[in-house]
């Protein structure tokens, strides 16, 4: 089973598909967000992109890391983009899908939730994912929220 995790930042968004049945990876991206699109066409083009990357991978359950709750840094576009991409997993085809912060993401995996954080920060290599050290924090949250996804 193929699946798809997200990390969106306000310009652009990490994804890994993970296929769960070789325990593999099988592709990470980074997607920029066009500068020159205003807000409700920039959130147009991340909705397309995204059923784009489900048809195209045949992604069959996905997870995407969600600001957290409780962040003193809260960015708006950041959360539109997340409420799009959540809106895209709703409207597909997809199995199940799953919005997860640290804690539940790290749950789904099988990882103390301390131990979140030093896995995005590289700390921690994850067995799993061969060249972990290779991704920026951001993919390596989005690795593990596909990892999430079997259980989603």
């Given at each position: ?21 070789a ?5 990470v ?8 699109l ?6 147009k ?51 199940s899908?799953?919005v997860?912060?640290?804690?539940s ?6 990882i ?17 994912v061969?060249?972990w ?20």
């Amino acid at each position: 089973m193929k699946n798809l995790g997200i990390r969106a930042k306000p310009s652009e968004f990490a994804f890994a598909v993970y296929d769960s049945e070789a325990n593999e990876l099988v592709n990470v991206e980074r997607v920029k967000i066009p500068k020159a699109l205003e807000d409700p066409e920039a959130l147009k083009y991340v909705r397309n992109t995204i059923l784009d990357i489900l048809r195209e991978y045949k992604i069959e359950a996905a997870g995407i890391r969600i600001t957290e709750s409780n962040s003193q840094h809260l960015n708006i576009r950041r959360i539109e983009i997340e409420g799009v991409i959540q809106e895209a997993f709703a409207s597909s085809t997809l199995r199940s899908y799953y919005v997860g912060q640290i804690s539940s993401i790290a749950a789904k995996v099988g990882i103390a939730r301390a131990d979140f954080k030093r896995y995005v920060e590289g700390e921690i290599d994850c067995d799993l994912v061969e060249n972990w050290n290779q991704f920026g924090s951001e993919e390596r949250e989005a690795v593990l929220a596909a990892m999430g996804a079997t259980n989603a």
